[in-house]
T-cell receptor
């Protein structure tokens, strides 16, 4: 049973459109994150949230907006999509924001392709 | 510059051979973690190893802080070991991991 659910698994979008990537965790964790993995770059940190509040943002573009409607949800809204946004987006969680990396759990990812 | 560098970028083995994967980092270390990424993309934590040597089955991780390196040794490789191995640094400000580019391992029967 996956404890971090990401939906959809695959997503195809056209340039200029808007999409929302869904992440739900059932681990009872208080911290959630988004990471991105593209063909050209290593897996890279995007955002961290703790108790539904933004803690760190390493994404330069405001086109990427996390949304936390519930404690165990952290969705990622991406607007004005560009082909360079094509990547696999991973959601992760940990018990607390300051937890060691040993307790960081990843979802299976959403592979986004922007045409 | 890139803070975490992994080598080799890819490696092909025959089943039963051993593998040594390297991770070098250019910043001070808070902790080091190794992940296995399945061909389908999901990530599995292998080791949390800020220093010293840790063992788990056929896997051994060794981190030498003063030399700014960590290694992952896989003994008696199996075809199911195929995938990408990633090392990542944890910075001092929380669970923000900086990943290396990975080593893609292929084990042939």
């Amino acid at each position: 049973d996956p404890k971090i659910i990401q939906k959809p698994k695959y997503l195809v979008a056209v340039t200029g459109s808007e999409k929302i990537l869904i992440c739900e965790q059932y681990l009872g964790h208080n911290a959630m994150y988004w990471y991105r993995q593209s063909a050209k770059k290593p897996l890279e940190f995007m955002f961290s949230y703790s108790y539904q509040k933004l803690m760190d943002n390493q994404t330069a573009s405001s086109r990427f907006q996390p949304q936390s409607s519930k404690k165990n949800h952290l969705d990622l809204q991406i607007t004005a999509l560009k082909p360079d946004d094509s990547a696999t987006y991973f959601c992760a969680s940990s018990q607390e924001i300051w937890a060691s990396a040993e307790t960081l759990y990843f979802g299976s990812g959403t592979r986004l392709t922007v045409l | 510059g890139q803070q975490v560098q992994q080598s080799p970028a890819s490696l092909v083995l025959q089943e039963g051979e051993n593998a040594e994967l390297q991770c070098n980092f250019s910043t001070s270390l808070n902790s080091m973690q190794w992940f296995y990424q399945r061909p389908g993309g999901s990530l599995v934590s292998l080791f949390y190893n800020p220093s010293g040597t840790k063992h788990s089955g056929r896997l051994t991780s060794t981190t030498v802080i003063k030399e700014r390196r960590s290694s992952l040794h896989i003994s008696s490789s199996q075809t199911t070991d195929s995938g990408t191995y990633l090392c990542a640094l944890l910075n001092n400000a929380g669970a923000k991991l900086t990943f290396g580019g990975g080593t893609r391992l292929t084990v042939r029967p």
